[in-house]
């Protein structure tokens, strides 16, 4: 268990680290669309890794989850468009055409 959740911290401070995190940071209290999201993170991964995102929301339109499908190498080295998932159809995202990015926390 040590191993998983220190591998999941390890791996959200990567992506908080790209452009893709900084760009989240930046859009605090604002609505964008989930194109502007995938927009962000292919600057960072590469064209086509939007694939490996979905995006959850809440009822209210507030994005609650951003999901980011990953093979099983990512758990090793520096986490690049490499360490995506992109086979198979890309996960349905569950958010309206503009959603809102809250600040974390209750």
């Keep these: 268990a040590e191993r998983y959740f220190g591998e999941t911290l390890r791996l959200a401070s ?18 964008v669309t989930p ?18 995102l979905t995006l ?11 999901r980011i ?4 190498g990512a758990l090793e080295g520096e986490l690049d468009g490499g360490d995506l998932y992109l086979s198979g159809l890309a996960p349905a995202s ?6 809102r990015i809250d600040a974390a926390g209750p």
């Design 14 to 31: 990567a992506v908080q680290e790209t452009a893709f995190g900084r760009t989240f940071d930046a859009h605090v209290g604002r609505d």
């Design 56 to 66: 959850v929301c809440s009822d209210g339109g507030l994005l609650s989850e951003i």
């Design 94 to 99: 569950r958010c309206p055409a503009t959603m």
């Design 35 to 52: 194109e502007q999201v995938i927009q962000a993170f292919e600057a960072s991964f590469g064209a086509g890794t939007g694939k490996a």
């Design 69 to 72: 499908a990953l093979q099983a």
